[in-house]
């Protein structure tokens, strides 16, 4: 299975970006982590299939939106009210079923390739 992150870049505070995510066959989990310099991976959000459950870290609650458009095979993370602190390297993820927490790395067995997103004050 691959996974291909695309949408990042350069955008100034308070603005908006939509990440992508293309995967080359459908999965249980997808979700999205995020790693800023000299940080270790975070979590960012999941969403289950077909549920369409979604689940967010506290700090980006109400400002970044999940989904998945299963016909193809696509994750999505729309970024509004972007802060600095939001300065990332975004990876995608994704898994089948399982009984570890889909907030933590270990539960996804494959990963995108990270898209960076700067945020600038």
């Known amino acids: 299975v691959q996974l291909q992150a695309s949408g990042g870049g350069l955008v100034q505070a308070g603005g908006s970006l939509t990440l992508s995510c293309a995967a080359s066959a459908r999965m249980y989990v997808m979700g999205w982590f995020r790693q800023a310099p000299g940080k270790q991976r975070e979590f960012v959000s999941y969403?289950?299939?077909?549920?369409?459950?979604?689940y967010y870290t506290d700090s980006v609650k109400g400002r970044f939106t999940i989904s998945r458009n299963n016909a193809k095979n696509t994750l999505y993370l729309q970024m509004n009210s972007l802060k600095p602190e939001d300065t990332a390297v975004y990876y995608c993820?994704?898994?089948?079923?399982?009984?570890?927490?889909?907030?933590?790395?270990?539960?996804?067995?494959?990963w995108g390739q990270g898209t960076l997103v700067t945020v600038s004050s």
């Open positions: 993820a994704g898994g089948g079923y399982s009984r570890t927490a889909y907030y933590t790395p270990l539960a996804y067995n494959y």
């Open positions: 969403i289950i299939w077909p549920s369409g459950d979604p």
